[in-house]
């Protein structure tokens, strides 16, 4: 054992030496592997610190809030027909009460309109300040009480002022500050659209993934939305979509307070006992898993993609390698009849390839983490560095080698020394 472990080093150093004494063909061979390696590790950072912002953002509406709609992404990413979605019954305040009535789970139940299609997007203004066109969202009194958000100043939306339709408006973190970047807002009167709102309250900042805008909204009463804005149609159907939240009650679980949902729209819909459902039941769970789902399948994508890189600089290591096969053919021939045997000249060509390659996975690995970190540091995109994205790169430079190596290794391993000591 000893001597095979001085035997590898000793190939090892043969192999590092063969990259110091030819910098630049080396450099040239790896460098498909390189860019190969640093778009696996660069890309893996972006998507995995994207996909855990989601994951951060997912977890704030909370492990025991429900959420109805008539469609949703899951029934998209599922591969149903958006007009076979779109002939689904609209959901209705009359749903969202009759939750709170029958369901015995059920803590929080609030609605609002104004997102997905159909969805608001109107300039604020304020004396000579204006922000960009943000979302206009209508919602109920409790809204904030299933999104988990919290206020940063003043009060929310009142049940009084729904009933009535007042013209009040809570303001999402980003547009107050562009409309009050030094006073307080409380009280003051802006303008949405052609209609003023007086601002009651301002809603506390919350993170942003991919470096948008999550605060970028505003809230009114439904009520006051469906007075002012008109529903618009697409091919014939409305598009007002109206999502209901549940939190379920202290000591009630979450998949109980699904079923309790189920029944009560399936009875309300009258839907038969073979029927599916004509809506969506998402909770934090099933967000997740979308959103685990796609990262994965980007990231599969990745591997794909970059293997192109990496095939390029396996022929490329292939190439050299058998070119330097023939460079050492009177060395091989020396090393033959000195005793060496066949093995031991194939693994010594075999395994400099794969330290050629490995040297490349190496270098891939620090330009990728460079570029991820450089990208967060001055974009402010999230990032993350897991450790299997660093095995990955190295993982598959070393497989590079191993397979685009065997064929100069052998063509190596079957000299024959007599003649390989003739050859000028």
Known sequence: MAARAALLGEIIGMALDTLRANKLRSTLTILGVVIGVTSIV??????????????????ELGS????????SIESISSGRDFWDLMKRPDLTEADA???????????????????????????????SQATKA??????????????????????FISDFEVQRKRNVVVLGASPA??????????????????????????????????????????VIPATTFDKTFETPRLRGYLLRFLVIGVVAREGASRDQLRREVEEILRARHRLKLDDENDFDILTSDSLIGIVDQLTRA????????????????????????????????REIGVRKAMGAKRREVLWQFLIEAVVLTSVGGLLGIVLGSAIGLTVNWMAGFPTSLP???????????????????????????????????RYE
């Open 387 to 421: 450790w299997w994205s660093f095995a990955l790169g190295v993982g598959f430079s070393a497989l590079v080698g191993i397979f685009f190596g065997m064929y100069p290794a052998f063509k190596a391993a079957r000299l024959d020394p007599i003649e390989a000591l």
């Open 298 to 329: 980007v990231v599969l994508a990745l591997v794909v993609i970059s293997s192109i890189a990496l095939m390029v600089g396996g022929i490329g290591v292939m190439a050299i390698m058998t070119i330097s096969v023939t460079e050492r053919t």
């Open 177 to 218: 500050k562009v409309l009050f970047p030094a006073m307080d807002p409380i009280g003051k009167s802006v303008r949405i659209g052609q209609n003023e709102y007086t601002v009651v309250g301002v809603l506390a900042e919350r993170p942003t993934p991919l470096g948008g805008d999550s605060n970028g909204f505003a």
């Open 64 to 71: 025991e809030s429900v959420f109805v709609s008539k469609m």
């Open 97 to 127: 009460k009759a939750i709170q009535e029958g369901a015995p789970s059920a803590g929080a139940v609030a609605y609002h309109l104004g997102e997905g299609p159909g969805g608001q997007a109107l300039r604020i203004t304020y004396r």
């Open 134 to 155: 943000v979302g206009i969202i209508g919602v109920s009194s409790r809204w904030m009480d299933t999104n988990f958000l919290k206020m940063a100043q003043g009060r």
């Open 42 to 59: 660069a890309m893996t950072a972006l998507i995995r610190g994207f996909g855990e912002q989601i994951y951060g953002l997912i977890r």
